[in-house]
């Protein structure tokens, strides 16, 4: 049996009277990746975004290889290795690869300029993006191209890559493939099981497309009104069962 | 006026078409020329430049080395005000208050001096103007748009105050030293322009250079993004707001001394003409968008505007229209490049 690296014991989250998660019991393994799936206001995103720290949760307790962990904000997450890719928000689009890995995390010049004012190393974040982007597999024209003149593809490899850079061991995908092209969206598929070859991380995704959800999770957990429904290791189901889980309709 | 225009005619000339010919040239050369993307780049500049050329040829009192750094004077309090709205633009924000708080930190200010001296005073006006800027940053990030408002009525209480300080009459007899920011010259160059000059590199400095200045932007472009990625968004808006009110206090100090007095009506309505120039150098209302440079050719435009118009003598009623046309304008074509 391969370790635990994320577990979720009776995590809720409400939002006044709603139940938008409902204690839920979740494990992750390492080097797992778990698809988590229900129809829109299943409570998939208010569950992730709990367990990356977007979100304070009501109750419950979240435990990282073992051992219970605070997570208040998406810093605490991030200290824990839980680093979450946002589709739409997971990068600036009016600033540049490098600006968006080093967003909030800024290299500072190894010098009085740095210590004193704060002057950035633009030159070593230059230099660590381009490493970083050679290892998810992506050539850039010109680096201090705006993230929005990239392709969706492109994009999203900055994305991925900025979470793998930061030494995410878990890495939380919030629909990778949603406003891609076929052939941009077959390379983001490609990409996040690389990544997990790679790095050994574990992944969570969560899709809308029960196709890419088949060719990419190890296990699909299915959620409806915050609560789990179902939970089937991907060898021992199809898709049209996952989908009447999905719906309810036996 | 006994100085005479520096360029002869036939220099003017070359000059306009050697430099409209670099520009162009520059451009085309890269292949995939766009139009859009080179007014992006060069509008605003080539606008400046029109207004420029065409002052230069239409009074002979424009051009000279004394009215240029009369220009500079002028827009001194007008760049100052305008690099803090700018600040609070670019986090998503806007400081309608800068007008008043210029006038009020100016005034409080000069009535210190009176009792206690210039070091005082000084220190009394960035006081004021952390708190005038920590109410506003702090009352903004209560929730989303709010600061409009906030500072809105920050300005009103503002006004309110220094109406009340001064009694509406002007307060006179300062210490020189205090009037020494706004009044004196340094060679030739006016104080407030050496001022205004060192406030604009830092800030270039700062937005191009800093971690902090890096993550203003980034709040206003987007402010969910920003705090996924564990920036503190309020914390970073609310400085945004001192720093704001920390340049209309400069803005305030350099006023006092152009006035050599604390006026109860100074600054009132200058955060139009802010957002004016900071519009008209292409800074986005919804935040994230714009540059310092862009922010001083707005300046310098609306400069060029009050100063020129006066020296073509174009009826000054007329001044404020063709203002409005020029913000219009910049508006304007600021939606045609964002076009796809």
């Known amino acids: 049996m391969k370790r635990v690296v994320l577990e979720a014991k009776k995590l809720s989250k409400y939002f006044g009277g709603i139940k938008a998660v409902n204690g839920v019991d979740l494990k992750l393994y390492e080097g797992e990746i778990i698809a988590i799936v229900g129809d829109n206001g299943a409570g998939k995103s208010t569950l992730i975004k709990t367990i990356s720290g977007v979100y304070k949760k009501t109750s419950g307790q979240i435990y990282i290889n073992g051992k219970e962990v605070d997570i208040n904000s998406t810093l605490d997450s991030r200290r824990n290795g839980i680093e979450t890719v946002y589709q739409s928000e997971g990068a600036l689009d009016s600033f540049d690869a490098p600006a968006n890995l080093f967003l909030g995390r800024e290299k500072l010049q190894n010098n009085l300029l740095g210590k004193l004012f704060k002057i950035m190393d633009t030159r070593y974040m230059k230099k660590e993006t381009e490493k970083m982007l050679e290892r998810v597999g992506v050539k850039l024209k010109d680096l201090s191209a705006d993230v929005s003149n990239l392709s969706g593809g492109q994009r999203q490899s900055v994305i991925v890559g900025r979470a793998v850079y930061w030494g995410g061991k878990i890495l939380i995908f919030d629909e990778p493939t949603n406003n891609l092209g076929p052939e941009q969206q077959r390379r983001v598929i490609d990409l996040i099981k690389r990544i997990r070859d790679e790095y050994n991380v574990s ?47 036996a | ?15 306009i078409t050697n430099c409209s010919l670099e520009i162009c040239i520059g451009a085309m050369m890269s292949k995939e020329f766009d139009f859009r993307i080179f007014w992006r780049n060069y509008g605003i500049l080539i606008v400046f430049f029109i207004f420029y050329v065409s002052l230069s040829f239409g009074s002979d009192a424009f051009l000279t080395v004394n009215n240029q750094l009369n220009i500079l004077r002028q827009i001194s309090i007008l760049g100052l005000i305008s690099l803090g709205v700018f600040t609070t633009l670019k986090a998503g924000n806007v400081d309608l208050s800068v007008g008043s708080a210029l006038g009020f930190i100016g005034v409080i200010c000069a009535k210190v001096s009176l009792y206690y001296g210039t070091a005082i005073a000084l220190l009394a006006a960035f006081s004021v103007a952390l708190f005038i800027g920590f109410l506003n940053g702090f009352f903004s990030t209560r929730g989303r748009n709010l600061s409009i408002m906030v500072t809105l009525s920050m300005k009103f209480i503002l006004y309110s105050g220094t109406l009340v300080i001064t009694r509406a009459m002007p307060i006179t007899g300062l210490p020189k030293s205090l009037i020494f920011l706004g009044h004196e010259n340094i060679g030739p160059v006016p104080m407030p322009a050496i001022v205004l000059i060192v406030v604009v590199i830092i800030f270039w400095i700062f937005f191009s250079y800093t971690a902090a200045g890096r993550r203003v932007s980034a709040v206003g472009v987007s402010d969910i993004t920003s705090s996924f990625f564990g920036i503190s968004v309020k914390r970073v ?62 300046v310098l435009i609306l400069g060029l505007i009050n100063n020129g118009l006066n020296l073509l003598g ?24 964002r076009k796809k």
């Open chain 1, 203 to 249: 992944i969570i995704v969560i899709s809308h497309s029960i196709s890419h959800v088949f060719e990419l999770a190890d296990r699909i957990v299915v959620l409806r009104n915050g609560v789990i429904v179902g939970e089937r290791l991907k060898k021992d189901t199809n898709p049209n069962e996952i989908v009447s889980i999905i719906t309810g309709v």
């Open chain 2, 314 to 337: 174009v009826d000054p009623f007329y001044r404020d229209a063709v203002k409005g046309g020029v913000i219009l304008f910049a508006i304007l074509m600021d939606q045609w490049e």
């Open chain 2, 1 to 15: 006026m006994g100085e005479k225009n520096i360029f002869s005619h036939s220099l003017q000339k070359k000059f």
């Open chain 2, 237 to 298: 808006q609310i400085y945004t707001f001192l720093i704001s009110a920390l340049c209309a206090a400069l803005a305030g100090i350099v006023m006092v001394g152009r006035c050599t007095s604390g006026q109860p009506n100074a600054g009132l309505g200058a955060e139009l003409d802010a957002i004016g120039a900071v519009l008209i150098g292409g800074t986005s209302l919804q935040g994230g968008i714009g540059t310092v440079r862009g922010v001083m050719v707005g």
